[in-house]
């Protein structure tokens, strides 16, 4: 089937982790960035490929050239542009694009600065398509200007950001370490997803819950460490397991980089559809569309093939995407009856 036909919703992908090849030469000859690993097209987009980096610190390293590109404000009006305009093909409804604003003031840009190109990208992309998209700034786990990010998303809440995050790695740089910048977030009424479970266990995701009060989970699947799991099922939940899954905690679910930065020998192997058929609020998500090389029609065709995932489950998760999203409620209302309803009746839902 045609699953770029049907509508989506995505909660979890990296502005930085998505640019275009051919996007990435013409703005590193522009703005005479010169440390690419190759000028070739194809070669290129076999480096970013990071399909067997077998880990989440090696994937996280290829970030270092778009990053490298995107210092410009020229440069990040493009690429958000750019972002609605590929995720608005592949038939996404409602986008929240995530990236870290410091990340992109090493040309003297300040954070305001970058995020202001950013947020004119992407409305320049919603007027064209009538996809609807939201903001989200990340600070990074293993730098210290959270609380300085954390400020200026809620000084900006309303303009088109929407929410905050916590990213980069996991292991050893605990969430709670930065308990003032989420504090901060948490009083100013904002909304709070934390990447948490993705290459660590369940204390990572009780750490940005209950210590850290985040909204949302980024990845997450490591809950399913604290399932007892046979022969494919769960069959019962820890105390924490237990609290995600009762107070359905949106878990923003990456399969493919899952697979990629080494968590999973094989997509069936992944506890996607355990946790989806024991009751979690699972969403789908690309993550980095130019490292894992997918689109988000490529997730619902592998829960489909290797989870055994039917047109109604895959309204099931967009729905449940939809309900999650930083958005305000009208908004996930129109959409859900409007264009994803109608999009799954269509397709014979």
Same mark, same amino acid.
């Given at each position: ?13 990296? /502005? ?74 592949? $038939? ?28 004119? $990208? ?29 400020? /200026? ?6 303009? !088109? ?39 660590? !266990?369940?204390? =990572? ?7 850290? $009060?985040?909204?949302?989970? !980024? ?31 949106? /878990? ?9 930065? !080494? ?28 490292? =894992? ?57």
């Amino acid at each position: 089937m045609l699953y770029v036909d049907l509508p989506k919703v995505v909660l979890h992908d990296h /502005l930085d982790g998505g640019l275009r090849i051919d996007t990435i030469l013409e703005l590193a000859e522009e703005n005479h960035y010169q440390n690419l690993p190759s000028t070739k097209p194809a070669e290129l987009a076999d480096w970013f490929d990071q399909g067997e980096s077998g880990s989440l610190e090696r994937y996280l390293g290829s970030f270092q050239h778009t990053i490298g590109v995107m210092q410009a404000g020229t440069a990040i009006e493009r690429v958000a542009y750019e972002s609605v305009i590929d995720l608005a093909a592949d $038939g996404v409804v409602y986008a929240e694009v995530r990236f870290a604003p410091s990340k992109c003031t090493a040309g003297g840009l300040t954070r305001r600065q970058v995020v202001e190109a950013a947020l004119a $990208g992407l409305r320049l992309g919603q007027r064209e398509t009538h996809m609807e998209t939201g903001l989200i700034l990340v600070a990074m786990r293993n730098d210290t200007d959270s609380l300085e990010v954390a400020r /200026l998303a809620a000084e900006m809440n309303g303009s !088109g950001v929407v929410g905050f995050d916590l990213a980069g790695p996991e292991r050893g740089f605990p969430a709670d370490d930065h308990l003032p910048a989420c504090r901060y977030v948490r009083e100013a009424s904002m909304s709070l997803t934390i990447h948490a479970g993705e290459a660590d !266990g369940p204390d =990572s995701i009780w750490r940005a819950l209950q210590r850290c $009060g985040a909204h949302r989970i !980024g990845h997450g699947v490591r809950i399913i460490d604290d399932c007892l799991v046979e022969d494919g099922e769960i069959v019962s939940l820890g105390r924490l397991a237990s609290f995600v899954r009762d107070h359905q905690v949106p /878990l923003e679910v990456c399969v493919t980089s899952n697979l990629h930065t !080494g968590d999973y020998p094989t997509p069936g192997d992944h506890p996607v559809g355990a946790l989806h058929r024991a009751g979690f609020a699972i969403t789908l998500c690309t993550d980095n569309r130019l490292m =894992s090389r997918i689109a988000l029609s490529d997730e619902f065709a592998l829960v489909t093939e290797h989870h055994e995932f039917t047109l109604r489950d895959l309204q099931q998760v967009t729905e449940q995407a939809m309900m999650a999203a930083f958005c305000p409620l009208p908004t996930k209302e129109r959409l859900l009856t409007e264009r994803i309803r109608p999009g799954y009746e269509m397709a014979g839902v």
